[in-house]
T-cell receptor, first 109, second 115 residues
Framework: QKEVEQNSGPLSVPEGAIASLNCTYS??????FFWYRQYSGKSPELIMF????GDKEDGRFTAQLNKASQYVSLLIRDSQPSDSATYLC?????????FGSGTRLSIRP | ETGVTQTPRHLVMGMTNKKSLKCEQH?????MYWYKQSAKKPLELMFV???????ENNSVPSRFSPECPNSSHLFLHLHTLQPEDSALYLC??????????????FGPGTRLTVL
């Protein structure tokens, strides 16, 4: 089992809809959770981080964390073509951060 | 200049060459990281430095040699590389490495091609 697992996609979502990206992790001791966006040929860019169970909202983005079920998700409301990118989930424990392989999101006009 | 910078942005080298990648962070951070990103693979952590001391070496071949002269600069020295080493090499920094809750900020990367 991979330590951080994401569906590779591509996930195709119509413009204006909600895009939902999911990530599961294996280490129950994980303490911090990050979502990065990576455009093709560019470096990862931090979108959000979350440490506590529940939802955290920032503009059109909402991160959801459920430690009991060991998953973290990212919702993107009112999806725009500029949201088309690969989204990386990263999970941190006391000693390390592990990245998932990413989900490719495509917003179709 | 702010953030994390990397030079060069693109590098093509032969298998017998020696080259170095440079990373500089202007965020006042104490931890710096080298990652390798190959096509369709997760980010692979290579090295971690915390307060200039190397704290992790994830079984990286000796043809990659890191150097961290101070908390703001990180180098990756390359020699006798193989074609499979072609990848995007990313540098990142964070406040410090005492916990995994530390947010990492990435540089733009160096696209390396080994012929």
């Amino acid at each position: 089992q991979k330590e951080v697992e994401q569906n590779s996609g591509p996930l195709s979502v119509p413009e204006g809809a909600i895009a939902s990206l999911n990530c599961t992790y294996s280490d129950r001791g994980s303490q911090s959770f990050f979502w990065y966006r990576q455009y093709s040929g560019k470096s990862p860019e931090l979108i959000m981080f979350i440490y506590s169970n529940g939802d955290k909202e920032d503009g059109r983005f909402t991160a959801q964390l459920n430690k009991a079920s060991q998953y973290v998700s990212l919702l993107i409301r009112d999806s725009q073509p500029s949201d088309s990118a690969t989204y990386l989930c990263a999970v941190g424990s006391a000693s390390k951060i592990i990245f998932g392989s990413g989900t490719r999101l495509s917003i179709r006009p | 200049e702010t953030g994390v910078t990397q030079t060069p942005r693109h590098l093509v080298m032969g298998m017998t060459n020696k080259k170095s990648l440079k990373c500089e962070q202007h965020l006042g951070h104490n931890a710096m990281y080298w990652y390798k990103q190959s096509a369709k693979k997760p980010l692979e952590l290579m090295f971690v430095y915390n307060f200039k001391e190397q704290t992790e070496n994830n079984s990286v071949p000796s043809r990659f040699s890191p150097e961290c002269p101070n908390s703001s600069h990180l180098f990756l020295h390359l020699h006798t590389l193989q074609p499979e080493d072609s990848a995007l090499y990313l540098c990142a920094s964070s406040q410090d490495k005492t916990s995994g809750s530390d947010t990492q900020y990435f540089g733009p990367g160096t696209r390396l091609t080994v012929l």
